[in-house]
Nanobody, 124 residues
């Protein structure tokens, strides 16, 4: 079983920034793609961003391109999601995920492991 531990989210004003981190079980982390999904109230859980196991390829949902950046530090078994220019529509529970492969077309079915989720609230 792989354990994913996310950092706490928080509340930020519109236009602000927030960084999420996700630490994974060491043995699995280096051979898996990592990513983030999110789920807003009353909406489906959706793909946000992903990074390949080596960190050389990244994928983003159109709604976050140019604002969010995903990267990883394999030495620390940690993936990060830097979120800038946050808007009210970014308010959601954010889930760290791990999988054999992730891309911008990934769905929930492609995910092998989920973190417990962390709340991000953007106030206008």
């Amino acid at each position: 079983q792989v354990r994913l531990v996310e950092s706490e989210g928080g509340t930020v004003q519109a236009g602000g920034s927030l960084r999420l981190s996700c630490m994974a079980s060491t043995r699995y982390f280096s051979v898996s793609a990592m990513g983030w999904f999110r789920q807003a109230p009353g909406k489906e859980r959706e793909f946000v961003a992903a990074v390949s196991e080596s960190g050389d390829r990244t994928y983003y949902a159109d709604s976050v391109k140019g604002r969010f950046t995903i990267f990883r530090d394999n030495a620390k078994s940690t993936a990060y999601l830097q979120m800038n220019s946050l808007a009210a529509e970014d308010t959601a529970v954010y889930y760290c995920v791990a999988a054999t492969h992730l891309s911008e077309s990934s769905s929930r079915d492609d995910v092998d492991f989920w973190g417990p989720g962390t709340q991000v609230t953007v106030s206008s």
